[in-house]
């Protein structure tokens, strides 16, 4: 990560200069302001106050005035491309196809993620996210757990729901699986969705393999899911829940 020191940007580097406010002084002692970082791979402003040491190592620092420069021209239409050597700078999209690209695959690598985001969260509405943390232990608990050799996980629960031990251990497992399942699909079309935009030579390209993605993450949506089968014919009347949507 660039050092937070002798940071100094051209004069010209923007059309519009940015006036900033009064310099902020703590018990009347003038403050620094913190610097921003710009991380040109991944296109991304990062603060150390926000991120802390997820900051890239690669990212270039700038003053907080010349990133509201940025956001000021972002909000006017023009976009941020970057130099030869990584610095950001504002174009008019018209007059840069390569800038119009770029920040037409950034929205739509945002907006698919979003797509995702929600498509998963119904399988994990109403749980508790240490709850949800816990579901690969629980599937490991429930793997090795059996009537000689019953896992004191398993046990607890069952013993608190009124559950039988070995019944509860086949429906995690099953829902285990089947949510693996959905996850290893779910992460073959973000991965495609990906390398098709970051591989699209114009805007109409990038618009049209979002359009496929968000297609084919629908169609998951319309799947029926199928509760797992019981392991066996002592467990086959036992009520079994609809797997994933909901707890482990």
């Known amino acids: 990560m660039a050092e937070q020191d002798n940071i100094e940007m051209p004069a010209n580097y923007l059309e519009e200069p940015y006036v900033p406010g009064p310099e902020p002084v703590v018990n009347d002692t003038p403050v620094e302001p913190e610097l921003v970082f710009w991380c040109a791979r991944d296109r991304t402003f990062y603060m150390q106050s926000v991120h802390g040491d997820a900051i890239p190592d690669d990212s270039l620092a700038m003053t907080q005035v010349f990133h509201q420069q940025l ?3 972002l909000s006017n239409g023009l976009l941020i491309a970057d130099d030869a050597d990584g610095l950001p700078h504002l174009v008019d ?29 119904q399988f994990t509405a109403g749980v508790p996210a240490p709850e949800v943390a816990s579901w690969s232990t629980k599937a490991a608990a429930a793997l090795s757990h059996s009537n000689a ?25 099953g829902k285990a699986e089947q949510y693996t399942g959905i ?6 079309i973000r991965r495609s969705v990906h390398k098709h935009i970051l591989a699209a030579t114009d805007v109409t390209e990038v618009a049209a ?17 199928t509760p797992p089968k019981p392991a066996t014919k002592a467990h086959a009347e036992a009520p079994v829940e609809t797997p994933v949507k909901g707890a482990l």
């Open 71 to 73: 956001l000021n021209g």
């Open 93 to 121: 999209p018209m007059s840069d196809p390569a800038a119009a690209l770029a920040r037409a695959q950034g929205e739509a690598q945002a907006e698919f993620m979003q797509a995702l985001d929600r498509y998963l969260a």
């Open 149 to 173: 050799t019953p896992h004191p996980l398993i046990v607890s629960e069952a013993k608190m729901t009124g559950e039988d031990p070995d019944w509860l251990a086949q429906v995690i497992l």
């Open 183 to 188: 996850i290893s699909v779910v992460t073959g």
């Open 209 to 225: 393999v979002l359009k496929n993605g968000l297609t084919a993450l629908a169609s998951l949506q319309s799947e029926d899911s």
